[in-house]
């Protein structure tokens, strides 16, 4: 029989230095007309990588692509990923110098296709099955109540995921049924059969669908989204999958295009959208005694 194991047993960690991306929703810039937010933001992107590039002392050791980066990208469509080779390409060329995750999105799926070539395989791609994914985070900052002989770091429980997830059944039945191999195949061979032209007639469409900011009311929608998490954590426990005295300290998601926090039981990170702010997250961050995220803005290089 085998036997229960922590849900963060041997869970990677989340470097003090890393950053997430999430929501950029990239163009391909040759795919004109593109909407101006669109064309700015998906040059902004790029300028960022390459940035990074030129200056290795400001790159991360660690840096989560959180899903949605970009607006849509089928990775078992060959015109799909040829026709993002420039933001792939700078990807790939930032995996060999930093430790990249790329959670599978809604907007960007089937990246496990991508996984088979040996340019992506420094890439640890997460599809949505496997979200959420559990990490730890050793959290060095210092209780001011707590003396400093005293204090110690302390490993936090955490959850990363893109966010599409515990939403409705008809939501869960659809992404579901796009991501399944038979519809995989189907979106390949339609590719295929139409040299590419119904992938770009389609995404050209989507290109022009409005992305629109989050806006809730943080510490109810907060709470609903811990809730959400915890039914998923006892339901592992249940199923023999985590042990019972499990908790989280932690859930980082995006999706929402919210870009706030909420410390309630847990502490839930609500990703601000790229392609809406042009900003980044910065997990240092996350300790914070006000809970409230470190917003790292691209446009000040501009």
Known sequence: MKKTQSLWENAPQIYKDAIFIADSHFMPLHLQPL??????????????????????????????????????????????????????????????????????GNHDFGLNALQKRAEFSKIRFIPRSKQPLAFSYIDESIDKNTPHLESKPK????????????LNTKYEYYIRCMQTKVMRWILAFLDSVTFGNLYTFIAKKVNHKAIRQGRVE?????????????????????????????QMDMIIEGHF??????KGESLYISLPSFYLTRSIFSIESATSNEAKSTIQSTKESD
């Not at 040829?82 to 110098?97: G, P, W, Y």
């Not at 490993?155 to 515990?166: E, I």
Request: hydrophobic share 40%.
């Open 35 to 104: 909407p101006e937010q669109g064309e700015i933001v998906s040059k902004a992107l790029l300028d960022y990588f390459k940035r990074l590039l030129e200056n290795p002392a400001q790159m991360p050791s660690q840096i989560f692509l959180m899903g949605d980066i970009a607006h849509l990208l089928l990775g078992g469509v060959k015109s799909s990923v040829d026709t993002h080779k420039e933001l792939l390409d700078s990807i790939c060329n930032v995996s060999q110098v930093s430790q990249v995750w790329w959670f599978e």
């Open 155 to 166: 490993s936090q429980n955490v959850l990363l995921a893109h966010g599409d997830l515990f």
């Open 218 to 246: 943080i510490e109810s929608f907060a709470k609903r989204r811990i809730c959400a998490y915890n039914a998923y954590l006892q339901n592992a426990i249940k199923n023999g999958q985590s042990l019972k005295d499990e």
């Open 257 to 262: 295009h919210i870009g706030k926090a909420y």
